[in-house]
C-alpha cells in the first residue's frame, strides 16, 4: 500500500526565518510524482512544489525547496524568509502512474509569527 | 485560479438524504478525480472519472456516486446521507496519462445534521 506520513501536526517560524517540514512516502513504484501543497483558509489546493522520482536534483520554487532522499523515501520542504502569507496547512502527497490517485499525508499547520 | 470551478460552496443536508455536488474541470482536461477532506484531515481519495466511465476507487461505500459529461463535467453524488459525511470535497481535473499535477477546485463544505 501506498503511504504518506508527515509527523509534524504542527509548526512555528519566525517572519524572514527558514523552516523545514518533514514527509516520508512509501511506494513500490518506479514511476511517480512527489508535491507539497499549501492550503490556505479559502481552502484552494495550491501547488507549492513538485519533484519527478527520477530526477536526482532537489525542485526549487523561488523560496521553497525540497530535500529529495529517494532511498530513504524522504522529502522535506525547506521555506526560506517565511513570509505571513506562508501560514497555511501544508500536505505532502504522492501520485503513481499505477493509480494517478494521490495520496495525502495527514498535513503540517504552519505558523508564521510576526 | 485553477479554472475548476465547483458548486455549491456550502451546503446543510439532513442526514439520510441526497446530496450532488458539481464541478466543472480545467479546459482540456479529461479526467475528474473526487477527494473527501475531513476536519484535520488530508484529502482522501474518493474516484475518478475518465471518458464518462468510473476509472478507480477508494475505499468509499457504494452509496458514494459520480458521473462525468461528454464536456468532462462531473458530479458527485452521496445516498443516505451519514453524519461522518460531513466533510470539504474538492474536485480535481487532469489529463490522463500524464503524471503531473491536477488541479483542485475551492470545494464544497458539505454539513450533515
Known amino acids: 500500500a501506498q503511504t504518506v506520513t508527515q509527523s509534524q501536526p504542527e509548526m512555528s517560524v519566525q517572519e524572514a526565518e527558514t523552516v523545514t517540514l518533514s514527509c516520508t512516502y512509501d511506494?513500490?513504484?518506479?514511476?511517480?510524482?512527489l508535491f507539497w501543497y499549501k492550503q490556505p483558509p479559502s481552502r484552494q489546493m495550491i501547488l507549492v512544489i513538485r519533484?519527478?522520482?527520477?530526477?536526482?536534483q532537489n525542485a526549487t520554487e523561488n523560496r521553497f525547496s525540497v530535500n529529495f532522499q529517494k532511498a530513504a523515501k524522504s522529502f522535506s520542504l525547506k521555506i526560506s524568509d517565511s513570509q505571513l502569507g506562508d501560514a497555511a496547512m501544508y500536505f505532502c502527497?504522492?501520485?503513481?502512474?499505477?493509480?494517478?490517485?494521490?495520496?495525502f499525508g495527514t498535513g503540517t499547520r504552519l505558523k508564521v509569527l510576526a | 485560479e485553477t479554472g475548476v470551478t465547483q458548486s455549491p460552496t456550502h451546503l446543510i443536508k439532513t442526514r439520510g438524504q441526497q446530496v450532488t455536488l458539481r464541478c466543472s474541470s480545467q479546459?482540456?482536461?479529461?479526467?475528474v478525480s473526487w477527494y473527501q477532506q475531513a476536519l484535520g484531515q488530508g484529502p482522501q481519495f474518493i474516484f475518478q472519472?475518465?471518458?464518462?466511465?468510473?476509472?478507480g476507487r477508494g475505499n468509499f461505500p457504494p452509496r458514494f456516486s459520480g458521473l462525468q459529461f461528454p464536456n468532462y463535467s462531473s458530479e458527485l453524488n452521496v445516498n443516505a446521507l451519514e453524519l461522518d459525511d460531513s466533510a470539504l470535497y474538492l474536485c480535481?481535473?487532469?489529463?490522463?496519462?500524464?503524471?503531473?499535477?491536477?488541479?483542485f477546485g475551492q470545494g464544497t463544505r458539505l454539513t450533515v445534521v
Open positions: 519533484q519527478e522520482a527520477y530526477k536526482q
Open positions: 480535481a481535473s487532469s489529463l490522463t496519462g500524464r503524471l503531473t499535477e491536477a488541479f
Open positions: 479546459s482540456g482536461h479529461n479526467t
Open positions: 511506494t513500490s513504484e518506479s514511476d511517480y510524482y
Open positions: 502527497a504522492s501520485l503513481t502512474s499505477g493509480t494517478y490517485k494521490y495520496i
Open positions: 472519472y475518465y471518458r464518462e466511465e468510473e476509472n
